[in-house]
């Protein structure tokens, strides 16, 4: 028998063995959320009334005593009874958001783009609404195991998403399936738009400048988070690094630099740490930040890639004088070593 939850002036139907988080967001209601694993934290709330069942809640992610005081993680727990949580906002005001959905896509390309990454396009059999820089889940065939995995896309790519996948030697997803027995044709299910790593609504974007710093395959979501920045606001000054080991890992250079030379506000930098090579700077992306930009004040930052990287980047824009309100960040590690963010394995 299913419970009301209530957030705000919301009201929502959960069942005993649906997650708060997933109820929220079938429903259209927002609610932070980023690894949906329980790892993360992002999405944790206080219950006010009622009682849940923290189910597989981490304990390093909510300790006994947060539990004792009704804090939850929305993506684990789900009620024993009809409960009330808090808003999480400072204002207590409640947003709606796209709705979480379940679909089915096809295989329409397997494309290997750069060492041990390749592009994947799925076709829907109805369109996705979503925000540039979410991500999807997709579930590993014949085993029921989810990974994530952002989108390349702008909201107008609505019936083909663009997904970019790294091997991970032994990966159940990648390594066995997506480099293993994936073939054009396919039947795929998915679950999605999920995250909160994305461009505001139109409406919200103030148009500041946006410094991006992107590593391996946390590129993707930087697609169409630029893309429809520049759709928005053609002179925008963005800079996008994307940072990876060698040449050979490099991807969607010709891309991006068509791109820049469309808008004149728009720089790629191509930045590899191990193997330098003509045309790209060599060392970290984080460090060539710091010294192309004297004063990030009134900058955006965004980051997308492994946890070092991501919390150097933090800790570059620090030292800019970026506002941290203005900083967003997904990290990424493997799915099998507990990921925080919109990657698999």
Same mark, same amino acid.
């Given at each position: 028998?299913?419970?009301?939850?209530?957030?705000?002036?919301?009201? #929502?139907? @959960?069942?005993?063995?649906?997650?708060?988080?997933?109820?929220?967001?079938?429903?259209?209601?927002?609610?932070?959320?980023? @690894?949906?694993?329980?790892?993360?934290?992002?999405?944790?709330?206080?219950?006010?009334?009622?009682?849940?069942?923290?189910?597989?809640?981490p304990a390093d992610t909510l300790p006994d005593e947060?539990?004792? !005081?009704?804090?939850?993680?929305?993506?684990?727990?789900?009620?024993?009874?009809?409960?009330?949580?808090?808003?999480?906002? !400072?204002?207590?005001?409640? +947003?709606?958001?796209?709705?979480?959905?379940?679909? /089915?896509?096809?295989?329409?390309?397997?494309?290997? =783009?750069?060492?041990?990454?390749?592009?994947?396009?799925?076709?829907?059999?109805?369109?996705?609404?979503?925000? $540039?820089?979410?991500?999807?889940?997709? /579930? #590993?065939?014949?085993?029921?195991?989810?990974?994530?995995?952002?989108?390349?896309?702008?909201?107008?790519?609505?019936?083909?998403?663009?997904?970019?996948? +790294?091997?991970?030697?032994?990966?159940? !997803?990648?390594?066995?399936?997506?480099?293993?027995?994936?073939?054009?044709?396919? %039947?795929?299910?998915?679950?999605?738009?999920? &995250?909160?790593?994305?461009?505001?609504?139109?409406?919200?974007?103030?148009?500041?400048?946006?410094? @991006?710093? !992107?590593? &391996?395959?946390?590129?993707?979501?930087?697609?169409?988070? #630029?893309?429809?920045?520049?759709? %928005?606001?053609?002179?925008?000054?963005?800079?996008?690094?994307?940072?990876?080991?060698?040449?050979?890992?490099?991807?969607?250079?010709? %891309?991006?630099?068509?791109?820049? $030379?469309?808008?004149?506000?728009? +720089?790629?930098?191509?930045?590899?740490?191990?193997?330098?090579?003509?045309?790209? +700077?060599?060392?970290?992306?984080?460090?060539?930040? =710091?010294?192309? =930009?004297?004063?990030?004040?009134?900058?955006?930052?965004?980051? @997308?890639?492994?946890?070092?990287?991501?919390?150097?980047?933090?800790?570059?824009?620090?030292?800019?004088?970026?506002?941290?309100?203005?900083?967003? %960040?997904?990290?990424?590690?493997?799915?099998?070593?507990?990921?925080?963010?919109?990657?698999?394995?």
């Open positions: 028998m299913a419970h009301t939850v209530t957030v705000g002036d919301r009201r #929502v139907e @959960c069942a005993p063995d649906q997650s708060l988080l997933d109820a929220f967001l079938r429903a259209g209601v927002w609610m932070p959320n980023s @690894c949906n694993q329980g790892t993360c934290g992002t999405c944790k709330l206080r219950v006010l009334d009622g009682e849940v069942d923290h189910r597989g809640s947060e539990r004792q !005081a009704g804090m939850a993680l929305a993506c684990q727990a789900s009620p024993r009874c009809d409960t009330v949580v808090s808003s999480p906002t !400072a204002s207590g005001a409640v +947003r709606g958001t796209h709705a979480l959905r379940d679909l /089915v896509a096809t295989v329409l390309d397997v494309e290997d =783009v750069a060492r041990d990454t390749r592009r994947l396009l799925l076709g829907l059999d109805e369109p996705l609404a979503f925000s $540039a820089g979410q991500y999807v889940e997709l /579930v #590993v065939p014949g085993s029921g195991v989810r990974r994530q995995y952002s989108l390349a896309n702008t909201p107008e790519e609505d019936k083909v998403l663009e997904l970019h996948v +790294r091997r991970v030697p032994g990966g159940v !997803a990648s390594d066995a399936w997506l480099f293993g027995s994936v073939a054009v044709g396919d %039947r795929v299910e998915l679950t999605g738009p999920l &995250g909160d790593f994305h461009l505001p609504d139109a409406a919200d974007d103030e148009g500041e400048p946006m410094a @991006c710093i !992107a590593g &391996g395959t946390g590129l993707a979501p930087f697609l169409g988070i #630029v893309r429809t920045a520049l759709q %928005r606001r053609p002179d925008r000054e963005i800079v996008l690094y994307h940072g990876v080991r060698g040449a050979e890992d490099l991807y969607d250079v010709d %891309r991006l630099t068509e791109l820049a $030379a469309a808008s004149p506000g728009f +720089r790629f930098v191509p930045v590899l740490s191990d193997q330098p090579a003509p045309s790209c +700077r060599a060392g970290f992306p984080t460090d060539a930040f =710091v010294e192309d =930009v004297p004063s990030a004040r009134g900058w955006s930052g965004w980051l @997308c890639g492994p946890p070092a990287m991501v919390e150097a980047g933090v800790k570059a824009f620090k030292r800019r004088r970026m506002a941290p309100r203005q900083v967003h %960040r997904e990290k990424f590690t493997p799915a099998d070593a507990l990921d925080t963010g919109a990657a698999g394995a």
